[in-house]
């Protein structure tokens, strides 16, 4: 039976995401996106204070901290659903667990900061971690893989066996593929036709495929010309679906009553 993914809505409390300009950015903006997303149907809220889009400049961790800080603690308190704190510093997830945050989502694979490991194990936070090739700053510089999906699927073996052997329990790992991070148009593409594969191993499979650049691509080439932003979000829904019939268990995105509407609807007919 097919199953609805959850649907972890976005806050990212930046001036500079690649997708919505800092059109958030500021505590009191922040809080009420977060808020709305949460009327529109979101299951969890993923809090970020860093881009990570390609080439963007590392945050020092106070500032981070101070672009994330009480818009957590806000959120962790009003809300009603699980927080859960975009960053690879430990200093940034320690606080922000101090905060209400209930998760740990890091696109380093808690692998770029030497203290996140521990910071994840005594906490007993879940955690999801992504695969990416690189860094924002390389990891569109030619990225390759001898069989992208397999490369990428033995990586998140080894990170889970990793984080078990650390001490986090089975059902606090959470693992992502990395769309857009560290790939071509073609191994994006390629990703989301094969992200069943993943599901064996034995966790929920994460996929923020939300507004992506392969996405922007993939419309332009079928309608010849670029794509609007409401477009990108159509079409993140639209592969949501398809996220969803490959079993996969959370979809990470930015416009959250699109893609819930979408998938509530998918799953009813699916079922039928």
């Not at 989301?192 to 191993?201: N, P, Q, S, T, Y």
Request: with cysteine; proline share 4%; net charge negative.
């Amino acid at each position: 039976m097919i199953r609805r993914p959850l649907v972890m809505g976005i806050v990212n409390a930046t001036p500079d995401s690649f997708s919505d300009g800092g059109r958030h950015a500021g505590v009191e903006a922040a809080v009420a996106h977060g808020l709305t997303l949460v009327a529109e149907g979101a299951d969890m809220l993923d809090v970020g204070g860093e881009s990570t889009r390609p080439y963007s400049v590392a945050v020092p961790p106070d500032e981070e901290l101070r672009r994330v800080g009480e818009v957590v603690r806000r959120l962790a308190r009003q809300a009603g659903v699980p927080i859960s704190i975009d960053t690879s510093k430990a200093a940034v997830a320690a606080r922000a667990i101090e905060l209400g945050a209930e998760i740990i989502n890091d696109v380093t694979g808690l692998e770029g900061d030497p203290d996140m490991l521990r910071v994840a194990v005594e906490s007993r936070v879940g955690v999801c971690a992504m695969h990416m090739q690189g860094t924002p700053q390389t990891m569109q510089i030619d990225p390759r893989y001898d069989d992208v999906v397999g490369d990428i699927h033995a990586y998140l073996m080894r990170r889970r066996d990793a984080l078990l052997a650390a001490g986090i329990a089975l059902d606090r790992i959470c693992l992502d593929p990395g769309i857009g991070f560290g790939k071509t148009h073609a191994h994006n593409l390629e990703l989301m036709a094969r992200a069943g594969e993943f599901l064996d191993l034995g966790v929920p499979i994460l996929v923020g495929h939300s507004r992506k650049g392969f996405i922007g691509k993939s419309l332009e080439q079928a309608l010849g010309r670029p794509a609007s932003l409401e477009e990108r979000d159509s079409g993140t829904a639209g592969s949501a679906c398809g996220l969803a019939a490959a079993g996969i268990q959370i979809v990470r995105v930015h416009a959250v009553g699109l893609v819930r509407t979408a998938l509530e609807l998918y799953c009813a007919t699916a079922r039928a």
